[in-house]
């Protein structure tokens, strides 16, 4: 197991006298792409409300690079299901909001985030605003605000949930470029079995409640992956997909 990057040994959360998380462990080495995948209500959320500070374990402990992860101490980037845009603020000042919030002035974090707009295909709509962007335009620069942000890993909670069918696979395929590219340490909870195996080095598939981790799976296919409905993607998704069935019965 790594000491490197981010690392859960045997964490444990409940609340009001029920178990929701019991003894999950699971690292994310630097550079890599993991995935947490799990039955709905297994508490995905409430391990990236304990990974950003939101909650504190009952029980186990948060490593970051080896040491205890401090509480206050901001060492991710948070993307929300929604994209979370402010309506009111052209993109390039919904980009930067992260950077202005930890201290950086507008006009340095514009120079900051303009450079990058061409590379998130955003290039031109600097001054739009959300609303006259596409459902995959916004979860562009939602990303893009969680990236510019330069923390040392991304965590990610179902960010292409809601959008259209074609739009997610667009997207699922667009990242998966831009992380070959970038290679940045991610962490991803996400519902969307195929997602997950596209995407990912490694998948944590969680038990039912109370949540432990039921199987991890490997993906060992080389970025980038082959097309979707390939045969070795199919036999990791129905290996995946076996783990979460048995999980609800």
């Given amino acids: 197991m790594s000491t490197a990057g981010l690392e859960m040994r045997g964490v444990s959360k409940g609340f009001d006298g029920n178990t929701v998380l019991h003894d999950i462990s699971l690292f994310v080495r ?13 508490g995905k959320s409430t391990i990236l409300n304990l990974l950003t500070g939101a909650l504190e374990p009952d029980g186990g402990e948060i490593l970051f690079d080896g040491s205890p992860l401090i509480p206050g101490r901001h060492r991710f980037a948070f993307m929300p299901q929604r994209d979370a845009l402010m309506p009111w603020r052209r993109v390039i000042d919904n980009t930067t909001l992260g950077l202005e919030v930890s201290g950086m002035s507008r006009s340095a974090a514009r120079d900051k985030v303009r450079p990058l707009f061409a590379e998130f295909g955003l290039n031109g709509f600097e001054f739009h605003y ?116 048995k999980a609800e019965v």
């Fill in 130 to 245: 959300p609303a006259q962007l596409s459902g995959g335009m916004r979860q562009r620069a939602a990303l893009l605000r969680t990236v510019v942000q330069g923390k040392p890993i991304l965590l990610l909670d179902e960010p292409f949930g809601a959008l259209d069918a074609l739009t997610r696979t667009r997207m699922q395929r667009w990242l998966a470029e831009m992380w070959t590219r970038h290679r940045w340490t991610v962490l991803l909870i996400t519902h969307d079995v195929r997602e997950a195996t596209l995407l990912s080095d490694r998948v944590y598939v969680l038990s039912a409640r109370p949540a432990q981790v039921d199987r991890t799976i490997q993906v060992s296919l080389t970025h980038p992956r082959p097309p979707t409905g390939s045969a070795a993607l199919a036999a990791i998704e129905s290996e995946i997909l076996q783990t979460l069935f």
């Fill in 30 to 42: 630097p550079g890599e792409f993991v995935s947490i995948v799990g039955p709905s209500g297994a």
